[in-house]
């Protein structure tokens, strides 16, 4: 057994991270890795949700324009993040992981639809619930789908895997003398433009309702188990 120190998390992932060796799409190695992440994890009976979001697919904002409304370029990002979801689901189940996918939007055909309580049977039961659709509205993102979730779930942090494995001073990318740092309040993730991990909107909510987030690189084994376990992996914002 891990030594566990949260009993809930949200888990949001990229869709970029889904796109793998592939320039757009799901590269099907990558969510056998995080399929493997996510198994080895639950040996501490954490209950574990997930949001995913479509940028390997569309990513709304970026479509708008040109004839395409942001309202349906929206719609077409959260589909992204269903097809992705659905994907992952598909890849627990068959790597052994009780999966449940869910959608806040209407896809009765693909995915049971979102509903607090029925979320809370499945996590009582031992399943993972993959969350798509984002909010199920437009302009909201799939970062702050993950903090409404998170909240509404009594998840105890939200935990988003990014490529980088925290918050850094500067750019790491473009100064080799960047630090990373252990934590970071609130109030200067919001207002630090430099601050690009999560969207401020993200952010805000997190803030105003006093929920922990991380920021972590996932692709490097065993980093969720340890985040469960309370060890310090990425850069905390709280």
Do not use: W
């Amino acid at each position: 057994m891990i030594l566990m120190m949260y009993k809930r998390i949200l888990l949001k992932l990229s869709g970029e991270q889904l796109s793998g060796k592939f320039d757009v799409g799901i590269d099907p190695a990558i969510g056998s890795y995080l399929a493997s992440e996510v198994k080895q994890a639950l040996a501490s009976d954490c209950q574990i949700v997930i949001v995913v979001g479509g940028g390997n697919l569309v990513r709304g904002a970026e479509v708008a324009g040109n004839g395409i409304r942001r309202v349906t370029a929206d719609q077409m990002g959260m589909l992204s993040g269903l097809i992705n979801s659905m994907a992952l689901t598909d890849i627990f189940e068959s790597s052994g992981i009780s999966t449940r996918c869910m959608s806040n939007i209407y896809a009765e055909q693909l995915a049971e639809s979102y509903a607090y309580r029925l979320a809370e049977k499945h996590l009582e039961n031992g399943r993972v619930i993959i969350i798509a659709g984002g909010l199920g509205r437009p302009y909201f993102t799939h970062d702050t789908a993950a903090v409404s979730i998170g909240l509404e779930l009594d998840c105890e942090i939200v935990a988003k895997a990014t490529k980088v494995d925290g918050v850094y001073d500067k750019d790491p990318n473009l100064d080799d003398t960047a630090v990373r740092l252990d934590e970071v309040s609130f109030s200067q993730a919001v207002k630090d433009d430099s601050i690009m991990v999560m969207d401020k909107a993200a952010m805000g909510l997190a803030m105003e309702q006093h929920q922990k987030v991380v920021i972590f690189d996932m692709m490097k084994p065993g980093n969720l188990a340890k985040l469960i376990a309370g060890e310090s992996v990425g850069t905390i914002i709280s």
